[in-house]
């Protein structure tokens, strides 16, 4: 495996080792090798969509911005599977070395890999639920996704004809208080916070490494390109997330076998 001899990876698994709370800040590049873009890569979500388009304003008043919300939704909601970074995550979950997951992206992959649902913190919501802006009846997106109107209008409510709007946080939009509030608990009292393919550079959400640093805890970044907090990390690693994370889990399972 790529990186099973970097001596990093045998660092961050004795780092998880000493640990005793865990925490994950994951952002959309954990998803890519499963298949979703992330916003800002070469191969980007923006490249392709404009992000004026996403804003809750835009969302509530014109319908042709509705029509591309939709488009990307469905994409994105797609039949995604989780990754070797997702799995791996889910494995140190179950040997019992996992606080929780904080994570920005809305694809619902960590619940999928095993990582119980009240154990991932979402920052930005999950695409899997729709609510009736009129009615609050909520729908999943595996039951609306093929009931798209005329010239792909997305859908409407089944009992009342009122707009439905994807349980995520829209431009315009504030992130949910209740989580925030808890994620910035578990930021400050981790002793071991790891950020996986996130270019920390979406607030608030980003300074939740910040607040895991001020508060004594250590930092290990794992993403493709550098970001903003590389310099306040303990370990950072310039590699992809699945083979990286595969490699580490791996090497923690073999330590707590052999101990
Ligand atoms: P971003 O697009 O700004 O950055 C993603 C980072 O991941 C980049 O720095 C990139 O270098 C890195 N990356 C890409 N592929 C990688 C890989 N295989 N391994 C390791 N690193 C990799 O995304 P962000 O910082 O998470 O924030 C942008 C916003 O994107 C968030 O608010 C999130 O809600 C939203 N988003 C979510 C999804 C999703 O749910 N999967 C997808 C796109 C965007």
């Known amino acids: 495996m790529e990186h099973y001899h970097d001596p990093k990876?045998?660092?961050?698994?004795?780092?998880?080792?000493?640990?005793?709370?865990?925490?994950?800040?994951t952002g959309a590049g954990i998803s890519t090798e499963s298949g979703i873009p992330d916003f800002r890569g070469p191969d980007g979500i923006w490249k392709r969509f404009d992000p004026d388009d996403f804003t809750y304003e835009r969302f509530?008043?014109?319908?042709?911005?509705?029509c591309k919300q939709w488009r990307l939704f469905r994409e994105l909601g797609a039949d995604a599977v989780p990754n070797k970074a997702h799995i791996a995550i889910a494995e140190l979950y179950h040997l019992g070395k996992l606080d929780c997951v904080i994570t920005q992206n809305i694809d619902n992959l960590h619940q999928k890999a095993g990582v119980p649902y009240k154990r991932v913190l979402e920052l930005h919501g999950n695409l899997h639920w729709f609510i009736c802006l009129n009615c609050s009846r909520r729908y999943t997106l595996e039951h609306i996704k093929d009931k798209a109107g005329e010239n792909e209008a997305p859908p409407i409510c089944e009992e009342c004809g009122g707009l439905l709007k994807a349980d995520v946080v829209f431009f315009g939009e504030e992130l949910p208080e209740d989580i925030l509030r808890e994620a910035m608990k578990r930021a400050c009292t981790c002793d071991l916070m790891i950020v996986i393919g996130s270019g920390l550079t979406v607030y608030p959400a980003s300074y939740l490494p910040a607040y895991a640093v001020d508060s004594?805890?250590?930092l290990v970044i794992i993403n493709l390109t550098p970001t903003p907090f590389d310099a306040q990390a303990s370990i950072v690693i310039h590699a992809k997330a699945g083979d990286t994370m595969s490699a580490i889990a791996g090497q923690v399972k073999d330590r707590l076998m052999y101990k």
């Open 216 to 218: 004594g805890s250590r």
């Open 9 to 25: 990876v045998d660092k961050i698994a004795e780092l998880i080792l000493q640990s005793r709370r865990l925490t994950f800040f």
């Open 60 to 66: 509530l008043n014109d319908a042709e911005a509705r």
